[in-house]
C-alpha cells in the first residue's frame, strides 16, 4: 500500500488529530497569556490590602467602599476531552484547577481595580461566588475597600 493510499484511507482522522493538536497549542497559548497579564496586574496592584476576615475592624479608616470583581472564562473544548478521558481513570482535574485558578485571580484583580480607583488600600471581608455557565464559568468577588 503506498502513503497516498494510507493518507486518503485515514484522512479523517488525520485531521482531527491535526484539528485537536492546533485547538490545543491556541488554548494553552491563550492561557498562557493570561496568566502573564494576571500577574503583570497583580504586581502593579500588590499595594492594596486583601484580607478575607469578617469581623476584623482595621484602625484609622476614613472611608468604605463596596467593590466587585466579575469574569467569565470560557472552558477550552479540547483540554475538556482530556478531563473527559482523565475523569475516567480518576485522575485530578488540572484542567479545572487551572481554569477556577485564572478566574479567582482575575475577579479579585478587577475588585482590586475598583478599590484602586476609589483611591483604597485594602479590601476586607472578600468573597467569593461561582457559577457554572455552559461552556464556562463565572466567579464574582466582592468586599469592602477601605481608606
Known sequence: MDIEAVLFRYADWIFAIVLFVVGWYFG????????ASLQKDESDLAHITVSSERFFEPVGVRDSVFVTGSV????????????????????????????????????????????????????????????????????????????
Open 28 to 35: 494553552t497559548r491563550a492561557e498562557k497569556k493570561h496568566l
Open 72 to 147: 467569565v472564562i470560557a472552558q477550552d473544548r479540547f483540554k475538556l476531552v482530556m478531563a473527559a478521558i482523565m475523569s475516567l481513570f480518576g485522575k485530578n482535574l488540572t484542567v479545572y484547577e487551572s481554569l477556577l485558578d485564572r478566574a479567582r485571580r482575575e475577579a479579585v484583580v478587577r475588585a482590586k481595580h475598583q478599590a484602586n480607583h476609589a483611591g483604597c488600600h485594602a479590601i476586607y471581608g472578600i468573597r467569593f461566588e461561582m457559577c457554572d455557565i455552559d461552556g464556562g464559568v463565572e466567579v464574582l468577588a466582592y468586599g469592602v475597600a477601605v481608606k
